[in-house]
Nanobody
Framework: QVVLVESGGGLVQAGGSLRLSCAAS????????MGWFRQAPGKEREFVAA????????RYADSVKGRFTISRDNAKNAVYLQMNSLRPEDTAVYYC???????????????WGQGTQVTVSS
């Protein structure tokens, strides 16, 4: 059973930065892609960013391109989301997830973390 645990969320002013981390455990050793999603109050969970096993292929939602960067450290079983130039509309619970593809939809992901809250004040 794969377990994903997010950390690094918090309260930040608009224009500030945060770095989210996701630690994974329980893997069998197969290659996998990782993604970040977010869910704001009253809204559906949406795709933010994804990376392949090697990190050479990444995908981003249009709303975060140029501001967010996804990266990973396979030796540490970790994936990160560096978020710069944060906006109030980035406020949400952020989830990391694991998939066999570099997907952008929720149903392409097999395992999910519990989420970490990010709040951006104006």
């Amino acid at each position: 059973q794969v377990v994903l645990v997010e950390s690094g969320g918090g309260l930040v002013q608009a224009g500030g930065s945060l770095r989210l981390s996701c630690a994974a455990s329980g893997r069998s050793g197969s290659t996998y892609s990782m993604g970040w999603f977010r869910q704001a109050p009253g809204k559906e969970r949406e795709f933010v960013a994804a990376t392949s096993w090697s990190g050479r292929r990444t995908r981003y939602a249009d709303s975060v391109k140029g501001r967010f960067t996804i990266s990973r450290d396979n030796a540490k079983n970790a994936v990160y989301l560096q978020m710069n130039s944060l906006r109030p509309e980035d406020t949400a619970v952020y989830y990391c997830a694991e998939s066999q593809v570099v997907g952008t939809s929720n149903d392409e992901y097999d395992y999910w973390g519990q989420g970490t809250q990010v709040t951006v004040s104006s």
